[in-house]
């Protein structure tokens, strides 16, 4: 078939210069056709042009969930689980252009102006504190970064060890690893449920405790390591541990497109970005710059995002009825609510957030072993009632009483 026999009409992308919220520029731009038909010329360089985020089609309920974990860090990430070729590493990656940005400490030690706001003076080292008192910054502001960390990362890639160049020079140094450059950032792991056990374990260790130590011989450091953690993997390969999965908030079932209009512009878009991703990237640019603005107001915003009684106790019921026990449950419940409704540019929760957040915060929390075991452990504590009642009834105790 001759190439100009599938071509089909285009018009020129819309350009988007003002929307009500992030959540209208998010499904007004993701609508947007590409433009397939420019000259293109090869410069024989290298760059890492990611596909547009708001040029991927359909996936809405993916899209939002690492829009929330943009904008809420609370959330401790997003899972995104499904077959190969349904676009999740790809979404992943394209975020590199929406990142926000955050505050980076100027000081060895990691002090940072909210610190002293939050524990005053005493909590920041002496240099910091007498540059505060003079009225000078210590941190500025810079991007929020996308870390990987490969599948055949080593435990020494992951949490850092001796440095090699210094060892050359006779010298011994240690070298931070992957989890300390992820601090304040987001750590990407693909495949993640077939990472070694003891990168999972190191995962673990530093999530929940927002840093780690390295010993090497006499030496040791403890570095920090606050990320958002976003996995994805492809359950054909195997099953993620119950330890790893419990540290991702949102948890997101990704499918292929249904649509074959929807299939027919993801494969235009596709092959578009193929032939020269400088160019389609650029189609797309104006409204990435708005919906990167639209990030960093309402992440800026969400400490202003209130939950009122009235809907937490619905959302505390829904959690009963679904007879969940972490209480992760609600946690991310409502802190995706909270995102949810800075991302409409409101600054209470309501309804309608818990229910578009629900899914993606309460699946994959039940555990048909746990409620084997619990009914197990029930029927136990039966028998030892009985027989303590038996041989040292209640009345007895009244009587020592």
Known sequence: MDEKEIKIPQSEPELITKVGSLQELLEKASGVRAVLDYDQEDSGLAENVPFPFLALVGQNQMKLSLVLSLLNPNLDGVLLIGPRGTGKSTAVRSLINLLPDVRRSLCYYGCLEEEIESGGIDAVCPVCAKKYGQGDPLSRLENVS??????NSTLEDVVGGLDPQAKANSRRQLKRGILSRADRNLLYVDEVNL??????????????????????????????????????????????????MDRFGLRVLVKGLENKEDRLEAYQRTRAYKESNRAFSAQYAPATRAFKDEI??????????????????????????????????????????????????????NLEDIRVVAPMALRLRRSSFIEQYIADQSSETELLEKAINKLIPPQDLDQED
Not at 146 to 151: H, S
Not at 322 to 327: G, V
């Open 296 to 349: 960093q107001a309402s992440r800026e915003q969400i400490n202003q995002v209130e939950l009122s009684d009235e809907i937490a106790q619905i959302g505390l019921e829904l959690i009963e009825d679904l007879e969940l026990d972490s209480l992760r449950a609600e946690i991310t419940l409502f802190e995706a609510a909270r995102a949810h409704a800075a991302a409409d540019a409101r600054e209470q929760v």
């Open 146 to 151: 996308l870390v990987e960390l490969p599948l």
């Open 195 to 244: 990472l070694n056990d003891q990168i999972v374990d190191a995962i673990l260790d530093a999530a929940a405790q927002g840093q780690y130590t390295v010993r090497r011989g006499s030496m040791s450091a403890t570095y920090r390591s606050n990320f958002t953690l976003i996995g994805s993997m492809n359950p054909e390969e195997g099953h993620l541990r119950p330890q790893i």
